[in-house]
Structures are given as C-alpha cells and as structure tokens.
C-alpha cells in the first residue's frame, strides 16, 4: 500500500510542477507565441500558409 501512496504522491507533485510552469509561461507571454507557430505549422501543412 505504501508504494502506491508513494508513486501517486510523486504524480501529484509533478502535476503541480507542471500546473506551475504552465501559469509561469502564461504570465510571460509565450502562450500566444506557441499558439502563432501553431497555427503557422497548420498552415503551412494544407498549402495555404
């Protein structure tokens, strides 16, 4: 039993750490930037772009 508590407890913590990366590249601003690149990629796969 402990070991299961001890592999979702370092689940939990690495969710956390991820939520707070994600809240940090947000706050800079790079999720627009992701978001451009994206819809450039999209784009350029169908010809338009």
Known sequence: MS???RSSRIGVC??????????IGIY???ASVVLEKAINICLE???IG
């Open 45 to 47: 796969c169908i010809g």
């Open 3 to 5: 070991r299961l508590f």
């Open 28 to 30: 800079r601003g790079e």
């Open 14 to 23: 690495l969710a956390i750490i991820g939520l707070i990366c994600m809240g």
